[in-house]
């Protein structure tokens, strides 16, 4: 084997603050490695000084971890962003790692984590996804929009949110913003579950409304968005014990 072949265990620091570990040849990173700043950890591909495919991102400033794609070191394609409360929040770090069968050790535990989260979501995700295209097909209908409003679970949707979080988006991302289909559990404890455009609610969606939240007795807006609010055309308010249409008054605004 050549020189340039071989692979070992190393650990660098191309500045100040910033550590990375994992195995090395002398092309450069071999697979994956851990990426550590005073603000956060990453664990992935890291070819050409980049952030690359499915990865692992802790902030541990803004008690945030990110599990998805990565392209260019930022977020695109699917993911899964979970935040928490200072007090809860864990993430696991590579700071005591020093040889080959530690990292390889660390490497294996985070890649099981990443997979699991993905595939587990992923399903669910792209159920949602054509849920809500069917509903989008049927609005023009009252009585096709009025079977299929009433036949989903919509409490079954709301004990989907990752444990312990205060917030939680899994969908799809372009640089760094929610860009395409999401689901949104948000600080509210409303739900969203629609198109987005660069980090704005976009296009036909569905917006869940928390107990704490609903007015009026409406619990759901099913309909169309445009830049986080809700328009005034093709709106559907679904109320607790029967389902309303109108295109006059809207609920209050609430979180992208």
Not at 70 to 88: E, I, P
Not at 153 to 173: D, F
Not at 192 to 210: A, I, Q
Request: hydrophobic share 30%.
């Amino acid at each position: 084997m050549a020189d340039q072949d071989k692979i070992i265990y190393g650990c660098i620091q191309p500045s100040s603050g910033i550590t990375i570990k994992g195995m090395f040849s002398a092309r450069g990173p071999h697979q994956h490695i851990s990426y550590t700043s005073k603000s956060f950890t990453y664990f992935g591909k890291y070819p050409n000084n980049s952030f690359e495919g499915m990865g692992i991102y802790y902030d541990f400033e803004q008690f945030f971890t990110y599990i998805g794609s990565f392209r260019d070191s930022l977020k695109n394609g699917f993911g899964v962003l979970l935040q928490y409360h200072k007090g809860t929040y864990e993430y696991r770090s590579a700071d005591s790692i020093s040889s080959a069968a530690e990292f390889e050790g660390y490497s294996a535990a985070v890649l099981q984590v990443v997979a699991s989260v993905v595939e587990g979501w992923k399903a669910r995700w792209e159920g949602f996804k054509g849920l809500v295209k069917k509903m989008e097909e049927s609005v023009s209908s009252v009585d096709k929009s009025r079977e299929m409003c009433k036949k989903t679970k919509w409490e079954e949707i709301k004990k989907l949110q990752p444990p312990r979080t205060v917030y939680a988006y899994i969908g799809e991302l372009k640089d760094d913003q929610r860009d395409g289909f999401g689901i949104s559990f948000l600080k509210t404890g409303d739900i969203y579950l629609g198109n987005y455009s660069k980090n704005k609610r976009t296009g036909f969606g569905v917006y869940l409304w928390s107990e704490d939240n609903a007015k009026n007795g409406s619990t759901h807006y099913v309909g169309y968005h445009a830049n986080s609010a809700f328009t005034k055309y093709a709106a559907h308010v679904l109320c607790v014990d029967t389902v309303s249409y109108t295109h006059l008054t809207l609920p209050t605004n609430r979180e992208v």
